[in-house]
């Protein structure tokens, strides 16, 4: 069995303050908590507890042939021409960007699941331990939360590894997580990762 680390949509357009989503809080989000280093040192704890670290970016093709214009969410990066994969925005911030031989996960709707290869990825490295962190809390977080839930694997949230637009967002967010699966401070399983029986 293998533990994981799931990092949701971590992205240059989002949290940069040059990316074209920088307005939207998550900038501010992150330069109040300090998000990003906290996710490197967890990165490179799971890294040193031989666990696998999967990253994953929502973007889209050129002329966003993926893009489904009814989505309230999604469709306004057409308007702005974000999220395009290939370019800087669907980068990661050197900080946290994937180390060679990490799975990076393209998908085209919130949810990290669907239609993706993460499930099969998962299964072959028998994951039954999934840990996410990421943006956002509300969103894509929650989202996976409950997907990786319906899937049997056992999920717990690291609260000081995401981030949102705003602090009340971020914790409604983790209010709906706690419905299944669990929530922590990153402290508070550095030593249950540490204790894991490789």
């Given at each position: 069995?293998?533990?994981?680390?799931?990092?949701?949509?971590?992205?240059?357009?989002?949290?940069?303050?040059?990316g074209k989503m920088a307005d939207?809080?998550?900038?501010?989000?992150?330069?109040?908590?300090?998000?990003?280093?906290?996710?490197?040192?967890?990165?490179?704890h799971f890294r040193e507890q031989g666990?696998?670290?999967?990253?994953?970016?929502?973007?889209?093709?050129?002329?966003?042939p993926e893009l489904a214009p009814v989505s309230p969410i999604l469709a306004p990066m057409k308007e702005m021409n974000a999220l395009k994969l290939g370019e800087w925005g669907t980068e990661f911030p050197e900080v946290i960007a994937p180390q060679e031989g990490e799975p990076v996960i393209n998908k085209h709707r919130m949810g990290p699941f669907y239609r993706t290869r993460l499930e099969i990825i998962l299964r072959s490295q028998e994951v039954k331990e999934l840990y996410i962190v990421g943006l956002s809390t509300m969103g894509s977080v929650a989202l996976s939360a409950m997907e990786a839930h319906d899937r049997d694997l056992n999920v717990c949230v690291i609260k000081d590894g995401c981030l949102d637009m705003t602090d009340e967002r971020h914790e409604l967010g983790l209010q709906f997580i706690q419905q299944c699966g669990e929530v922590k401070d990153f402290k508070d399983i550095a030593l249950r990762l540490t204790d894991f029986d490789k």
């Open positions: 069995m293998t533990i994981a680390l799931l990092c949701i949509d971590l992205v240059n357009e989002a949290v940069d303050p040059k939207r809080g998550y900038v501010e989000f992150e330069n109040n908590n300090d998000v990003l280093q906290r996710i490197r040192r967890i990165q490179d666990g696998l670290v999967i990253h994953t970016r929502t973007g889209f093709s050129k002329n966003y």
